[in-house]
């Protein structure tokens, strides 16, 4: 499943990798839902791709949510490890558009600072 959803955020004064991170948290990565893999054996649920667009044009978020379990597919060859050693999860309820997009809500500009760009 993909729910793509355009969010005004200010990230002028701080890292894409921070404004990333940011939009991880306020979706409840690692709260129920894992969006990135922080170690090669993880579990996760989905991942997200973040197109950061400057004032006043909003971030364009895909949030991608696997729909089904795989288990990892990493095996060694010759000694090296190839394919995914992730485990790809389904979640048990799905997140509608609407929870996802009032998560980050939270993150966007308030309508007073939209008017002021």
């Known amino acids: 499943m ?3 959803i355009e969010q005004n ?3 002028e004064n701080i890292s894409l990798q921070e404004c990333s991170d ?4 306020a979706l409840g990565h690692g709260v129920g839902l894992k969006l990135k893999a922080d ?4 579990t996760v649920n989905g991942f997200v791709t973040i197109i950061h667009n400057d004032r006043p044009l909003k971030h364009l978020i895909e949030i991608h949510l696997y729909e089904e379990t795989e288990a990892p597919t990493a095996v060694m060859v010759r000694g090296v490890l190839v394919g995914r050693q992730t485990t790809l999860a389904k979640l048990k309820t799905m997140p509608t ?3 996802l997009s ?3 809500a939270a993150l966007g500009l ?6 002021a760009l």
Request: charged letters at 40%.
């Open 39 to 42: 170690k090669a054996d993880d």
């Open 2 to 4: 993909v729910i793509v």
């Open 110 to 115: 308030t309508a007073d600072e939209i008017a």
């Open 97 to 99: 558009e609407k929870e």
């Open 102 to 104: 009032d998560k980050l």
């Open 9 to 11: 955020i200010d990230c």
């Open 22 to 25: 940011n939009i991880l948290a």
